[in-house]
């Protein structure tokens, strides 16, 4: 059974730095893409952040500079450390799971991070 198990989230002021974890079970990590998405109320769900198997990273332009993703396949766990945070980086951050060519098919549940102005 996959789990994919995120912490990490809170409550943190603008200009504040998070960092969100997440560790996985059931997959075969190191050979599966890793992202983070986040939905922010009445919005649709959006890629944040991601990094392949082989460790190459996106960013959605709004996160870039601030935000890094990176993943430790020992621990089996990806991290998204999040700087210079903003009020409209508030929402729930997801962690995603996917072999490439598949899509992102094993999700967690979800963190809440709410950044006050």
């Known amino acids: 059974q996959v789990q994919l198990v995120e912490s990490g989230g809170g409550l943190v002021q603008a200009g504040g730095s998070l960092r969100l974890s997440c560790t996985a079970s059931g997959i075969i990590f190191r050979i599966n893409n890793m992202a983070w998405y986040r939905q922010a109320p009445g919005k649709q769900r959006e890629l944040v952040a991601a990094i392949t198997f082989g460790g190459s990273t996106d960013y959605v332009d709004s996160v870039k500079g601030r935000f890094t993703i990176s993943r430790d396949n020992a621990k089996r766990t990806v991290y998204l450390q999040m700087n210079s945070l903003k009020p409209e980086d508030t929402g729930v951050y997801y962690c995603?799971?996917?072999?490439?060519?598949?899509?992102?098919?094993?999700w967690g549940q979800g963190t809440q991070v709410t950044v006050s102005s």
């Open positions: 995603a799971a996917g072999l490439s060519g598949r899509g992102y098919g094993s």
